[in-house]
């Protein structure tokens, strides 16, 4: 197992357009997380999975904004209509059931998007 | 809701001195502290948590942190700096009950030689 894993690394687009990340988690781990980052910032929680449902979603993610984790493994992030203040580091996670609370979030090396 | 704060933007040591880190937090309920480290081009990395328990927690490469409930702190320290400790660390805390996990801002360690 080689970890969480995300595609494209890196993503440069014109303002308007959509972009799709993918995040493929640890094979054994049925929780999943998307978070964004930027510059200065902490990540901050977008939304989570548990198998494929999607069980809570922060108030950032705006109606651009659509995760998906259709058969309980891997999880897509779509962003339609990209504006420049999109830019940011897009991180995934994933972690085991664990104890309510206790579980610890395993981190990929995120998707880059630069909006134009 | 939950929120961390770490008050300092970057931390500066001499390799071989003791070093602390400094986050505070606030939640509603029971809280779970965690500690993430962050190098250039990587993803953040689990150092250590507390769940319930000693206050004292011990982690990956030497460090540890120390639970301190009347003050809602919960700093991170190492007795002896390296050099490749510097990297960016955040602190990190869940509500019982919730699985969102929130996070500071980040404090910039730089060890020097």
């Known amino acids: 197992d080689t970890g969480v894993s995300q595609n494209p690394r890196h993503k440069i687009t014109k303002r308007g357009q959509n972009v799709t990340f993918r995040c493929d988690p640890i094979s054994e781990h049925n929780r999943l997380y998307w978070y964004r980052q930027t510059l200065g910032q902490g990540p901050e929680f977008l939304t989570y999975f548990q198998n494929e449902a999607q069980l809570e979603k922060s108030r950032l993610l705006s109606d651009r904004f659509s995760a998906e984790r259709p058969k309980g493994s891997f999880s897509t992030l779509e962003i339609q209509r990209t504006e420049q203040g999109d830019s940011a580091m897009y991180l995934c996670a994933s972690s085991d059931q664990g104890f309510s609370g206790a579980n610890v979030l395993t981190f990929g090396a995120g998707s880059r998007l630069t909006v134009l | 809701a939950q929120s961390v704060a770490q008050p300092e933007d970057q931390v500066n040591v001499a390799e071989g001195n003791p070093l602390t880190v400094k986050c505070t937090y606030s939640?509603?309920?029971?809280?779970?502290l965690f500690w993430y480290v962050q190098y250039p081009n990587r993803g953040l990395q689990f150092l250590l948590k507390?769940?319930?328990?000693?206050?004292l927690v011990k982690g990956s490469y030497g460090f540890e942190a120390e639970f301190n409930k009347s003050q809602t702190s919960f700093h991170l320290k190492k007795p002896s700096a390296l050099v490749s400790d510097s990297a960016l660390y955040f602190c990190?805390?869940?509500?019982?009950?919730?699985?969102?996990?929130?996070f500071g801002t980040g404090t910039r360690l730089l060890v020097s030689p």
């Open positions: 507390y769940i319930t328990g000693d206050n």
């Open positions: 990190a805390v869940r509500d019982s009950g919730f699985q969102k996990l929130v």
């Open positions: 939640v509603s309920g029971n809280p779970y």
